[in-house]
């Protein structure tokens, strides 16, 4: 067996077990698994691992940083007949000095937290279209803090008009779509009690709109909690590829 096959046999099993998790989680919520979206996030993996995932069927990928992201799209698009409906995910913290590049390659966008990033990506997205480089808005979702140390991301969860005034910017914004709210548990908090305060969020936000938002939430060790509070994509990396090298390929 060459080291390629192994490695395409393991991402399989991993994927059919992730996505019985997936669907078990969903059973126990009394939800439907197809209204969730699993996420695989590649960063740090070789585009020979996401190829692989290609071809058992997925068609998101979620990146990290901009570089490595553009450097795996072009590599994809170079040496693989690469699927038209596959998309591309921010999860990353978005540098506003990055954001024109990557409203030009990625689909959606899991964390922004400031008005100055959203304007940031509403200007890259004019000048990707104006390129030819995209047609549909950037899909967004605003990241809640919910312990309150902006530091790490997120917009206070304490401070509703914060994130209402943020929520209504992307709304507004041509090059914006408005998708939902994502959050992380707080080092050392409860990941129950955690996701139950942004699903009360996302409740409250939702109130403003009329499109249903949806909630990012969850990874490997804690996605059954976040799919029993609402989450529809959950971003998950080592269950599905493995411990994650130290370095970039």
């Not at 192994?6 to 994927?15: C, F, H, P, T, V």
């Not at 994130?163 to 129950?192: F, I, S, T």
Request: proline share 4%.
């Amino acid at each position: 067996m060459t080291e390629s096959t192994g490695r395409a046999i393991e991402l399989a099993n991993s994927l059919a077990a992730l996505r019985i998790r997936l669907s078990t989680a969903a059973e126990n919520a009394s939800r439907k698994v197809e209204e969730i979206e699993l996420l695989p996030i590649t960063k740090f993996f070789p585009v020979t691992d996401i190829q692989m995932l290609a071809e058992l069927g997925c068609r998101a990928f979620g990146e990290s940083r901009d570089q490595e992201a553009r450097a795996k799209i072009e590599a994809l698009q170079r040496v693989w007949d690469w699927p038209a409906d596959a998309r591309w995910h921010m999860v990353g913290q978005i540098q506003r000095n990055k954001a024109r590049s990557i409203a030009a390659w990625a689909a959606t966008v899991h964390s922004v937290s400031s008005a100055r990033v959203a304007a940031a990506l509403d200007r890259g997205v004019a000048e990707a279209r104006s390129a030819g480089h995209r047609a549909d808005p950037l899909g967004v979702y605003v990241q809640i803090s919910l312990d309150g140390d902006v530091s790490r991301g997120g917009v206070d969860v304490h401070q509703p008009a914060a994130v209402d005034a943020l929520c209504a910017q992307v709304d507004a914004a041509a090059g914006l779509e408005l998708v939902g709210l994502m959050g992380v548990p707080p080092l050392g908090a409860d990941p129950d009690v955690a996701f139950a305060a942004l699903a009360a969020e996302l409740r409250r936000v939702q109130r403003s709109y009329s499109q249903r938002l949806g909630l990012s939430a969850g990874m490997t060790e804690d996605l059954e909690i976040a799919v029993k509070h609402g989450s529809t994509c959950v971003r998950v990396g080592t269950a599905l590829l493995g411990p994650r090298p130290l370095t970039s390929p």
